[in-house]
């Protein structure tokens, strides 16, 4: 029996796994190896006002206004000033942020941050440099578990007492424990699009679903406009620094499909470029990135360089074909602001929760803070709950049951379900694939493995349907406009089927 039981090794179940005290048991559960994750994919860095004349007030500033009105102001508000209190703590630990001479750290600036706030280490390695740390200084009495995928949460008396795990070797198994944290990360593979790792499909819900835990804001998926697409496969983000240099997006006749779109052509609002490109795909063809201009691409762009020269594509010469790929969700399990779920002894932290910070949209960058403020929140609540509940009997339940996946989900998710919405494709979606609960126990470990990704895709559909407005990166061409009597509401979806919760918006300036 662990103490701690943390699903997930991204930077939300390692930041929590170090902020424990090396007086507990903690196991830490992957599926892949310890860097199959979004974490050791995130380039741009993390978002903290560490900068001279910036404040947690303007960082909360911009977050509010990128959610489209629903991100939870006081969340935000811990978020930023917590995160930033983290970071420094981080730089003073010895993390190796990217400084200049004289040892400050490098600050960046992306799209909709008012200042430059964007710390990041490696280049663009960011999210592998925390990676790393962690690992380094994570003490032995954490138990790294890879290749240990969980296929159910155990539930007893309505508590989550532990979970039901597989191992790499196909052996089925039960843990108990007293804490059971879901740090699973995202669901961009529901997707045939994305940028996502091949981890990510969207475990997390469909295990607190079946636990009852309520889901919320699930219809919010973030799509990155540009992700290297041949053949239908998705190979990896083209940043919008590359579009920022000066590369257009062009048809295969080589003409700009951002004219007439929006004023600022290719350098518009992230949502808006990502529904152009999508459009011209579904309605003419095919959208390329003509970078053929930029000077010095290679050195500029190192990582995108070498990714395209791999697929025996050369930048300075050729159009580079992209498509907009899921990339970020930002609903998902709801929480209190500790972590803590609607079901007892079950939480959630990372991209797999809903804490209520990103709103409709998440602010470039604040998704690797989102996961260190809530991790170490979690962290204290737990030491305060204490550890003393009682092993149970529990045995494994035999497999008589079946389920086989649908054909294509991938593909219909992104036709019916993906960034261009109407409410007869959802409505389809909904029919063909309803939300169903299964009894997770009598089915076969690969079936389990479908049974999450069919739920999860599900969720995302029925949350997209109940939601007919447009708001952030919920588009509905039935109806295009955002509608006040959405304003302050989340869409909140558990077995006991669907309502619909507030959400506290009122932002106070006297934030010190
Ligand atoms: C290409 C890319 C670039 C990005 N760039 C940035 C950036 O610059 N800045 C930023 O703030 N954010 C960025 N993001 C988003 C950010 O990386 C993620 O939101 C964040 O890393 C998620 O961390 P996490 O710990 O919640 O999950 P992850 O890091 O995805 O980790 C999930 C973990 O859960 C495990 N897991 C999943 N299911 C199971 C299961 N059933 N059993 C056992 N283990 C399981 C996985 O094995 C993995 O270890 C980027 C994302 C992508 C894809």
Redesign the pocket.
Known sequence: MFDVCI?????????LAHCLPSSLSIA???????F????????????ASIGPGDHPTSHATDTLFASAGHADAERVKLLTTEGLAIIESLLSRGLPFDANQAGLPLLGR?AAHSTKR?L?AGG?Q??KM??QYFLAVTDDHVKRL?Y????ELVLRDGQCVG?C?EDGQGNRSIIQDHHIVL????I?QLYSQ????S???G??LS?AFHAGAVLEDLEFVQF?PTVLTLNGKSH??ISEAVRGEGAWLVNADGQRIMTGVHPLMELAPRDIVARAIEWHWQQKGPVFLDARKIQQFKSKFPSIFTNCHNLHINPGQDLIPVRPGA???MGGVQTDEWGATTVPRLYA?????STGVHGAN?L????????LVF?KRLASKLLSIGFNFKEKEIHLAEVTKEFALPANLQVRMTKLVGILREVDKLQKFNTDFPLRWFDLQHYSSLHI?DI?RYTACSLIAKAALLRDESRGAHYRRDTPETSEQWTGKTVELSLAGYTFGERLLKYKESMS
């Open positions: 699903i997930g090794g991204g930077i939300a179940g390692l930041m830490v559960l992957t599926k892949e190896d310890s199959s994750s979004n974490t050791a994919l995130a380039q741009g860095g993390i978002a992306e964007i990041h663009d960011t999210g925390f990676l890879p240990n995928s969980v296929l979970v795990v740090a699973t990360g995202g961009g994305t940028s996502n790792s981890v990510a499909t475990d997390g295990l990155h990896g983000l990339h970020f969700h932290i990372g991209e797999v929760a998440r470039a960058s604040n998704s690797l803070l989102e996961g991790a493995k999450h």
